[in-house]
């Protein structure tokens, strides 16, 4: 089984509220179609989820009762999300499944609580593709909290051991400082978790620019230690999601699973 992530930065546009990206959704849903492949998947909330989130600070936990319209706001936003994704698979006849976190688990002071894997399991086993998405949820310390897309997939990871854990976004991997700030940032094609380790302790000097990408190489690092191959690839471009479903060569980030 694969468990596959789509970036809340590939399916919308994050600078822009409520913008869903259709067409790359829809080539991402026809890749995975083609691959054929036993699939969960989770999606992130971009722009219909962290703005909102946001402007009522709910990951903060509960506050005031003002806080109670934007979680309810908030979840509707990325139910509406979960839904043009779910459509998108729908179109290529893929048997898809929502599977909404607020449901389905509690957190913890935002660390897992409780949480129906169960239900993932017998829908998969059914032969349905399970879809899970960041979301608002309880959370037993702090009356409620987010779940973002990546602690589900450290979650599910945990839990259904799958072959390969892939994260699609934005850019091609990973590099050894900010791309889109530093000229000589070095793409990163192989990596081990000892790797990892020191490029999270470089990135951290430059917190500002590159706190996304540590919190990114955190969640990585916790599936490497699961002893589970991870890969970053880019979802703006053609068939890397695909050759990486079927193990083709292409471009993408490698992050092998801690060996014993
Ligand atoms: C965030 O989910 C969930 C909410 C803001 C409600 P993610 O953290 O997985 O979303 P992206 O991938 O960063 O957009």
């Not at 589900?152 to 259904?160: D, N, P």
């Not at 854990?165 to 991997?173: A, I, K, N, S, T």
Request: charged content about 25%; proline content about 2%; some cysteine.
């Amino acid at each position: 089984m694969f468990l596959i992530k789509l970036g809340g930065s590939i399916i919308t546009d994050k600078g822009k509220k409520y913008a869903f990206k259709e067409d790359v959704t829809d080539r991402l849903s026809s890749e995975i179609k083609k691959a054929n492949k036993e699939i969960i998947l989770v999606h992130g909330a971009g722009s219909f989820g962290h703005i909102l989130a946001k402007q009522y600070s709910l990951n903060q936990g509960y506050k005031n009762d003002v806080q109670l319209q934007g979680f309810s706001d908030t979840h509707a936003m990325v139910q509406q999300l979960n839904s043009l994704v779910l459509t998108s698979l729908h179109d290529q006849d893929i048997a898809a499944v929502s599977l909404p976190p607020h449901a389905l688990l509690k957190l913890d002071d935002h660390k897992p609580s409780t949480m129906n894997y169960n239900i993932f399991k017998e829908y998969l086993s059914k032969g349905f593709t399970p879809v899970t998405f960041g979301d608002v949820v309880l959370d037993e310390k702090l009356g409620f909290s987010i779940c973002s897309g990546d602690l589900l997939m450290q979650m599910l990871a945990q839990y259904f051991k799958p072959e390969k854990v892939l994260f699609v976004l934005d850019e091609d991997g990973l590099y050894t400082s900010n791309p889109k700030t530093d000229k000589n940032a070095q793409f990163i094609e192989k990596a081990t978790l000892d790797e990892l380790e020191n490029l999270t302790t470089s990135s951290n000097t430059y917190a500002d620019v590159t706190k996304g990408m540590a919190g990114k190489i955190e969640t990585i690092k916790n599936i490497s230690r699961l002893r589970i191959d991870v890969v970053l690839l880019n979802g703006n471009i053609n068939n890397r999601l695909y050759d990486t479903l079927v193990g083709r060569k292409t471009k993408n980030t490698y992050v092998y699973g801690e060996k014993r």
